[in-house]
């Protein structure tokens, strides 16, 4: 049995000491959390008090309950699956993935019109409500089964200079930048990744347990001057997936000039 201090909520006392079992080992990844009734000996609690230490255990992101199971210590395991976010270019002219891994359709791609936000106009250089193309994914790793959402926001000026983008704006994000290319775009691409927490529908579609983040890139497409043509958003929970960057040094601008 283990001596609970009275002062303050007794249920946070109770979520204390099961987190020091979590983190000293005494409960180990992936292994079921002793019984409510175990714990309510253990620790010499009520069933509420048990229950709201759980679900205080539960919101930090330690512990999952699943159904008809019980409590689990989450795993701490290494993602599932890691993304590379290099572009290459083939030999024909067209781009590549880095390891030719493709992704899976959980449904079929939807395509509809849409308008800038605050956001994605930032994104793509244009105002707020300036027309969009858009295609949403729902993706699916065959190897692990991890989900991402992937959403390809296209302005109505980049669709009608290419009539084959614009009557398929469904293509492939690999099949645009070849498109892109083919018209004399010399492409180029930044890419911003920030984590937060999913809004329910995202939970839903990325089947993300309680309390877990996801990764948000958001890769931007640039022509030769440096205009955004194309705005690429991938959704992922950050308990699956790891991203591997290829980074090179690049020339200092200063470089060679004499004064």
Known sequence: ?????????LYQQVAAAIREAILSGEFTPDSPLPSEA?????????????RNAIAALRAEGLIDVRHGKGSFVRSDSQPAVTLERRITRARGGGFTLPDGT?????????????????????ALNLGEEEALLCCDRLLTDPATG?????????????ADAIPHLAESPDR?????????????????????????MPLPDERTALKL????????????????????LLLEELRVGADRAELAYQITAQASAGRGARS
């Open 146 to 158: 991890t989900r991402a959402m992937h959403r390809t926001s296209i302005p109505f000026e980049t």
């Open 172 to 196: 492939q994000p690999l099949a645009i930048y070849g498109l892109l290319a083919e018209a004399g775009h010399k492409l180029t691409w930044s890419e911003t990744v920030r984590a937060r």
């Open 1 to 9: 049995m283990t001596e609970i201090q009275r002062p303050g909520a």
């Open 102 to 122: 493709e992704w899976g359709e959980a449904e079929a791609p939807s395509v509809y019109r849409s308008h800038t936000t605050k956001e994605t106009g930032q």
């Open 38 to 50: 175990q714990l309510m000996a253990r620790y010499q609690v009520s069933r509420p008090t048990v």
């Open 209 to 228: 347990p309680d309390a877990t983040p996801l990764l948000h890139l958001a890769r931007i497409t640039h022509s030769t001057d440096g205009q955004p």
